[in-house]
Structures are given as C-alpha cells and as structure tokens.
C-alpha cells in the first residue's frame, strides 16, 4: 500500500503529539494506547525494555519520584511517517528518592529533552529517550 508521504508525516506527528499530550495529562493508559505492544523502550543511558507492560511498570516507577510537565515541544517526522523525533523542555519536581540517584527533597529543575521514534502501523515501535544526566544531577544537588 502507498501512503502519501504529507499524509503519512502528518499521521506521525498527531500519534507523537496525542502521546505527549497524554503525558502532559498524567493519562498513562492514553500513552500505552499509542505504543504497539512489543514496543521498544530505550532509557536515558539505561537498558532497552520490551512491551507495553515494560513500559507501564517504567511509568509508574517514574510516577513515584517525579512530577514533570513537557514544555516547548517540537516534532519532527521523515515523509514517510516511520521516524520521528521530539525535543522539549521538561519541567519537573522530584518527589521521591529513585535508586541509585540522590535524595529527594522536592527538588525543581527545567531541563532540555528529546526523544526519538520509529512508528509503524499507526502505533510508536521504538521509543529511545534522552537527557543530559550531569545537568540534572547539579540541579536537583544544589
């Protein structure tokens, strides 16, 4: 089946922007329902999971430590709509001590963000996350 290339780049940049927006809401279940279920999901300088119940336990790991909005959000999509990237600005509060990184103590920090995709069959196949860890870490230790 041919896909126009417009069409099919659209299609990629609403599925990107109904999962952020979903993100933004703290809809969990909406995020899921974009990814297809053997989805793969590279964390920021961690390993890479598999399938949406990965990515569901991941969520609510993140949920108990953090709070964060996605800001400034841009995507970008090929013309064939099966890659895609995003950039942001995350602003978030850290809740809770996650493992292996310092003490929580409700912590504020804006830091910059991006994401990339591979998309097929209307779902995200591939999601690999990136952050700088370092600028993080100064901010949530000041």
């Known amino acids: 089946m ?3 290339g417009v069409r099919a780049m659209d299609r990629a940049t609403e599925l990107l ?3 952020y927006t979903a993100f933004n809401r703290g809809d969990w279940e909406g995020m899921l329902a974009c990814l297809a279920p053997d989805v793969a999901h590279d964390i920021n ?4 999971e598999t399938g949406r119940e ?5 969520l609510d790991r993140m949920h108990a430590s ?6 400034e959000i841009v995507v970008m ?3 064939d709509g099966s890659r895609a990237a995003a950039e942001y600005v995350v602003h978030g509060e850290y809740l809770a001590t996650d493992t292996g990184l310092p003490e929580a103590r409700g912590q504020r920090y804006v830091l910059p963000g991006g994401a990339f995709f591979d998309i097929a069959d209307g779902a995200i196949a591939r999601v690999t996350n990136y952050y700088n860890l370092d600028d993080w870490l100064r901010q949530v230790r000041a």
Request: proline fraction near 0%; charged fraction near 35%; hydrophobic fraction near 40%.
């Open 45 to 48: 300088q961690g390993e890479r």
């Open 17 to 19: 922007l109904r999962y």
């Open 66 to 71: 953090y709070r964060e909005q996605l800001r």
């Open 54 to 58: 990965a990515f569901r336990a991941f």
């Open 77 to 79: 999509a090929n013309s």
């Open 2 to 4: 041919i896909i126009d």
